[in-house]
């Protein structure tokens, strides 16, 4: 069977807080000046993933999963989450800040929702110089106090401040409260999940003038209320070589620094990779065919692979695996 590194279309998300970097930066053809997510390899119902290149071009990765699942997904990855596909990626340009929020652990998401809960990690790709993030309360707090600020319009005074730059990495677990902020343009992993309490939104409006949902009462069970200095990652940048970034139990990233072509052997993997090029352009081969991507684009090697070959001059990647 002809599994070859697999390219899919983006799925552009419009958003009120959304700009114009996914296209300025990033190469995508954007149809609106909001356009705040690229959602570059998706399971989730209703925006699944389709197949841009090759002899699957426009087969779903639902339908190609359910073809080929353990040669896509690989066995281990099959027996932990069946078919669902486990993790999201995205590229998200905020021109604007995002609303204060947080995710439910997979415990809370399984009783109120059916679902996965959503960890998740941002690598900056782009900041402009005053740029933004909250991650988690400035102290411990207790539940008391943070419904207190809710009811005080208080809650930005309670929260952590993270100037950030290019290349910095951040890994945010469930339960913890956060938002980017205007001007960040940024590369996520998360699980596969769209499951988002929203607590706090500046008081803004959607286009049809109505404020936007808040999720009040289902975040106070589902916040992390002390403060955990665990979320900025420290990393090497060695050359030529995967540099462990994250390895969390939903997903692991490299982020790899390539000036030649490297070979990298992954038969005893038992999991895909997914490789995110945040800088330069790679040919990524496998056993079965090549693609070349450049900066701003997404493919998925299937767990069939025995080697990757990645074959560039210079480029940034980030390596994703389970």
């Not at 997979?106 to 110089?129: C, P, Q, V």
Request: glycine share 6%.
């Amino acid at each position: 069977m002809n599994l070859y590194p697999l390219k899919f279309y983006p799925i552009l998300k419009e958003r009120l807080w959304g700009g114009t970097k996914l296209g300025t930066l990033l190469g995508k053809e954007l149809e609106s000046d909001l356009v705040g997510e690229s959602w570059e390899l998706s399971g989730v119902a209703g925006d699944v993933s389709i197949v841009a290149n090759g002899s699957f071009k426009g087969t779903s990765l639902t339908d190609l999963i359910n073809r080929f699942p353990e040669e896509i997904l690989g066995k281990s990855v099959l027996e932990r989450f069946g078919k669902e596909f486990p993790i999201l990626i995205k590229f998200i340009d905020a021109q604007k800040d995002l609303s204060i929020q947080l995710h439910p652990s997979d415990k809370l998401a399984r009783k109120r929702h059916n679902s996965f809960g959503k960890t998740e990690m941002w690598y900056i790709m782009d900041a402009d110089n005053d740029a933004e993030l909250i991650i988690g309360f400035k102290e411990d707090i207790s539940k008391e106090t943070y419904v207190e600020s809710l009811k005080n319009d208080t809650l930005t005074d309670l929260l952590n401040y993270e100037n950030v730059s290019e290349s910095d990495t951040y890994f945010i677990s469930a339960g913890k409260i956060h938002a980017i902020g205007a001007g960040i343009l940024l590369a996520e992993i998360q699980q596969t999940s769209d499951q988002t309490y929203r607590v706090y939104d500046y008081n803004r409006k959607d286009a049809q003038g109505n404020l936007r949902e808040l999720h009040t009462e289902l975040s106070i069970d589902a916040i992390s209320y002390d403060r955990q200095d665990d979320f900025k990652v420290s990393y090497r940048q060695e050359a030529n070589v995967a540099n462990p970034l994250v390895n969390c139990p939903y997903f692991k990233t490299n982020f790899i620094s390539l000036n030649k072509n490297i070979q990298c052997d992954v038969s005893d993997q038992d999991s895909f990779t997914i490789y995110m090029c945040i800088d330069g352009k790679v040919l990524i081969k496998n056993d079965f065919g090549s693609i070349l991507i450049k900066k701003g684009e997404t493919v998925l090697v299937p767990a069939i692979t025995s080697n990757i070959l990645l074959s560039t001059k210079r480029a940034k990647l980030l390596e994703i695996t389970i």
